[in-house]
C-alpha cells in the first residue's frame, strides 16, 4: 500500500497548503475568477458613470489668512491680554474657532442663507431627500408647533449645519497660514460664503478683543480706586510714624533723600576731625616754640612757619642781618676792637633779646590756641556723643520705617502699573486689532470640485473589482472540491497518481500500418486467440462461442484508442503502483471504488483492465456492482450469447464461471459480467458469502491480474462489505464535483479500505480550467506532449 504523509503533491507547492498565500496562488487565483473580477469591474463602472449622471456637480471656492504674530505698535506698548508668540496649538485653536457656530450663524445671518433651498433643504439627491425627509419629521415630531420663532431657529440650526458640512479649514503644514474653502451647487455662492466666513471670523476676532479688553478696563478701574487708597494710606502711616519718631528727611540731590541725624553726624565728625588737627598743630607749634626758649636758640637757627611770618621778627631779624654783615665789614677794615664794631655787636646783642622777647609773646600765643582748640576738640566730641545716642534710638525706629515705606511704595507701584494699563486698554477699545488677516480671498472656482470623472471612475472599478475579488473568494471557499492532486495529497493523506482528463470517446477504425500502437494490438490479439477460458482446459477458439466484450465500449476502451495520452500514462501509474506493491504482499485483486456514483469508476475500472490484458498480462474485469451493473450493459456484445447470467448466477451455482466469461476480441480481456433480472435487497450478503471468497481465490490462481468494478462507497455498504476480500483499491475522484467532506467521511468509514488503498485518481478534468489552478502544470496535462515524446516523422 502506498500512501503519504504531506501537505502538498508539487515541490514549488509543497507549503501552500499550509502557508494558504503565494504569488504563484495569487495569479491563479485572479486566472480562476477573471469572469468574476471583470464582471465586478464592469459593474462599477456602470454604478459610477449612474452616480456621474445622477449627482448635482459642487464647486469649492478657497482663501488663505495668516495668524500673524506680529504686534501693532503704534497705540499701545503691549497686549493688555496674553502676549506672546503665536504656538502651533494656538493655530489649531483658530481653526476651531473659524468652523466654529458662532462664526457660522454669523454668516448665515448676513448673507439671509436661512431664505436659501440649498443651505434648507440640502443636496438635491434621492439620498439627501430620503435623509432630509426623515430629518424634517423627527424635528416636527419632537421639535413642537409652528411657532414663528421656533422655524427660524430650526432653518438656522439647519443652515449650520449645512454650512459646516461643506466648509473646510485647515493649516498649511506648520506655518500660521490657514486654508479654509466651502463647497456649493453654485460657484458664485462658494466664493461668497467662503469670503464672508473669512470676514465674520476677523469680525467676531475683533468683537472679542473687544469685549475682553472692555471687561478688563471695568475691573481695572475699581482696582485702581482700591490700589490708590491703599498706597494714600501707606504713605500717611509713613508720615505719621516719623513724626512720632522725630525722623526728619531731606534731599540730597542726586544721592536721594537722607535723614537729618545721619546728616549731622557726619559733619560732627567731620569737625571733630578738623578740631583735633588744630588742637595737634597748635600744640605742636608751642612745643617746639617751648623748646628754643628751653634750650636758648637762636631764631635764625629753628623757627616756626608763624614766626617767620612775624611783622616784628621780620623786621628785628632783617637787621640783624644787617648788622652782622657791617660788623663783620667793619671789623675787616677797622680790626675787631674798634670802638664802631664793639658798638655794632652791642647792638647786635640788643635785636637778640628782643627778638626772645617777641618769641616768648609767641609761644603765650601758641599756648593759649592750644587751649582753645582743645576746649573746641572736647565740645565738638561731646556733641557726637549725644548725636551718636540719638541715632541709635532713630536706628530702630527706621527697621518699622523702612517696612512702611515698602508697603506703601508697593503700593504706589500697584497703582502706577495698573493705571497705565488702563491707559493701554482705553486705547485698545478706541484703536482693536487683530492677529489674522486675509492673505488670498476665495474667487470664483470655474472647475467642479466634486464629482470628479477620474476619481470616482477610479474608485467606481476599484470597488468593482475589491466586490470582483470577494465573490471569487467566497464561491472558492464554498466550492469545497479537489481541483488539485495537491488537494488529495494534503486533506485526505494519500497518494493521488494523477489526473484522467475529460475525453470524448474516439470513433472505431481500423489503424494503417506502422501507426504506433498497430503491432501491440497485434499482439494482443494473438494473446487473446492464444488464452484460454478460465477454469476450462479448451483453446480460445471455443470462447468465441461465449459470447464476447462489444467492440465499440466507447470510452471504456479509450487507453486502446489512444494509449499516448495523459490518460493512458496516469493508468500506467497506477499499475505501477500495483506492481510496486506485490513487493510487500500480493495485489492481484484490485478493487475500483469511488465516494459517490457517476464518479468514472467504471470506466476507469475498464480502460485500466484494456490497458493492463493489452500489455500481454491475463486480466479479469469483474463488475461487482451489483445494484447497478453499468459496466455489464455497456461492455456486453448486443449479441452476446451469454449475456443472460453472470457472477450472481455463479455464486447461487447456477452456472459455472467458464460459462459467463467474456471475451474482447482485440485486447484478450476477460470480463466477468453481472446480470440483474430484479432488484436484490442483500447484495452485501452475497459479496460476502463464502462462496465469493471461492471464486475470488480461484480467479487470483488463474489471472495475473482481477480489477473489480465496486460500487460506490456512499450509497451502499457493498464495496466495504467486501473490501477485506480485495488486495488493494484505487479510489476515482470526480474533479471539480466531489466534496471533499463527502470523501473524507466515505474513507473514514471504511477503514478496510482505507488499509488497502493504494491511491486517487482525479477524473473528467478539464484540462483548460486545470492550468488555472496549477501555473506550473499548465500544459503538462496536454495529451500532444504524451503523443509527440519518442515519435519519430
Known sequence: MLQVDRTAGAPDQAETAETGFDFVSLYTFLRRNLTVIAAGAMTGLVLGAIFMLTTPPIYTSAGQLIIDTRKIQLFQQQSVLADGMIDTAAVDSQVQLLQSENVALSVIRDLKLTEDPEFV??????????????????????????????????????????????LKVKQLGRSYVIEYSFSSLDPNKAAQVANALAEAYIVDQLEAKYQATRRAS?????????????????????????????????STGGSGTRLIGEQQLQEINSQLTQARAQTAEAKA???????????????????????????????????????????????????TDHIAVLKLRSEMVQLKRVMQEELKRIAETYKSDY???????????????????????????????????????????????????????????????????????????????????????????????????????????????????????????????????????????????????????????????????????????????????????????????????????????????ADLAQISRPVKVLGVVSAIPNEGKSTVAANLAQMIAHSGKKTLLFDADLRNPSLSRRMVAADANGAQAGIVEVLAGQVALDAVLMV??????????????????????????????????????????????????????????????????????????????????????????????????????????????????????????????????
Request: net charge neutral.
Open 664 to 793: 474482447d476480441p482485440v485486447t484478450g480481456l476477460h470480463l466477468l459480467p453481472t446480470v440483474v433480472k430484479e432488484r436484490i435487497a442483500n447484495t452485501n450478503d452475497i459479496l460476502t458469502s463464502a462462496a465469493m471468497k471461492q471464486v475470488l481465490d480461484h480467479l487470483r490462481t488463474l489471472y495475473d491480474y482481477v480489477i473489480i468494478d465496486l460500487p460506490p462507497l456512499g450509497p451502499v455498504v457493498d464495496a466495504r462489505a467486501v473490501a477485506p476480500q480485495i488486495d488493494g483499491f484505487l479510489f476515482v475522484i470526480d474533479w471539480g464535483r466531489t466534496k471533499i467532506d463527502v470523501v473524507a467521511e466515505a474513507l473514514q468509514s471504511s477503514e478496510a479500505i482505507r488499509d488497502r488503498l493504494l491511491g486517487a485518481v482525479l477524473n473528467k478534468v478539464n484540462v483548460k480550467a486545470m492550468s488555472k489552478f496549477e501555473t506550473y502544470k499548465g500544459s503538462y496535462y496536454f495529451n500532444k506532449y504524451y503523443s509527440r515524446y519518442g515519435y519519430h516523422d
Open 218 to 250: 471695568v475691573w481695572m478701574q475699581d482696582r485702581i480706586k482700591e490700589l490708590r487708597d491703599q498706597a494714600q494710606h501707606a504713605a500717611r502711616a509713613v508720615e505719621d510714624f516719623k513724626q512720632r519718631n522725630n525722623i526728619i528727611s531731606f
Open 121 to 166: 433643504g440640502g443636496t438635491p439627491s434621492v439620498l439627501g431627500t430620503v435623509i432630509g425627509a426623515v430629518s424634517d419629521g423627527i424635528s416636527i415630531l419632537f421639535g413642537g408647533g409652528d411657532d414663528a420663532d421656533v422655524s427660524t431657529e430650526f432653518l438656522e440650526r439647519k443652515a449650520v449645519g449645512y454650512l459646516k458640512q461643506n
Open 371 to 577: 587751649e582753645i582748640a582743645k576746649v573746641r576738640e572736647e565740645s565738638i566730641q561731646a556733641s557726637l556723643n549725644d548725636v551718636i545716642r540719638d541715632a541709635g534710638t532713630t536706628n530702630q525706629a527706621q527697621i518699622a520705617l523702612r517696612d512702611l515705606e515698602s508697603t506703601a511704595q508697593t503700593y504706589q507701584t500697584l497703582y502706577d502699573s495698573f493705571l497705565q494699563r488702563y491707559t493701554e486698554a482705553l486705547q485698545q477699545q478706541s484703536f482693536p486689532i487683530t492677529e489674522a488677516r486675509v492673505i488670498t480671498s476665495a474667487s470664483r472656482p470655474y472647475v467642479k470640485s466634486y464629482p470628479r470623472l477620474s476619481v470616482v471612475m477610479a474608485i467606481a472599478i476599484f470597488i468593482g473589482l475589491l466586490g470582483g475579488v470577494g465573490v471569487g473568494f467566497l464561491r472558492e471557499q464554498l466550492d469545497r472540491v479537489f481541483r488539485t492532486v495537491s488537494d488529495v495529497e494534503h486533506f485526505l493523506r494519500i497518494s493521488c497518481f494523477g489526473l484522467l482528463p475529460l475525453v470524448r470517446p474516439a470513433r472505431p477504425s481500423a489503424r494503417p500500418a506502422g501507426r504506433p500502437g498497430s503491432r501491440a494490438i497485434g499482439k494482443a490479439g494473438a494473446n487473446a486467440a492464444a488464452n484460454t477460458a478460465p477454469g476450462s482446459d479448451a483453446p480460445a477458439a471455443e470462447d468465441e462461442g461465449r459470447g464476447g466484450v462489444s467492440s465499440d465500449a466507447g470510452l471504456l476502451r479509450y487507453t486502446i484508442d489512444a494509449p499516448f495520452s495523459r490518460f493512458s500514462e496516469t493508468l500506467r501509474s497506477v499499475k505501477v503502483a
Open 285 to 335: 607749634k608751642l612745643d617746639r616754640v617751648d623748646e628754643i626758649l628751653r634750650t636758648g636758640g637762636e631764631i635764625g637757627d629753628a623757627v616756626v612757619a608763624d614766626v617767620l611770618r612775624n611783622e616784628v621778627i621780620t623786621r628785628l631779624r632783617q637787621q640783624l642781618l644787617d648788622a652782622n654783615k657791617r660788623e663783620a665789614d667793619w671789623s675787616q677794615r677797622y680790626g
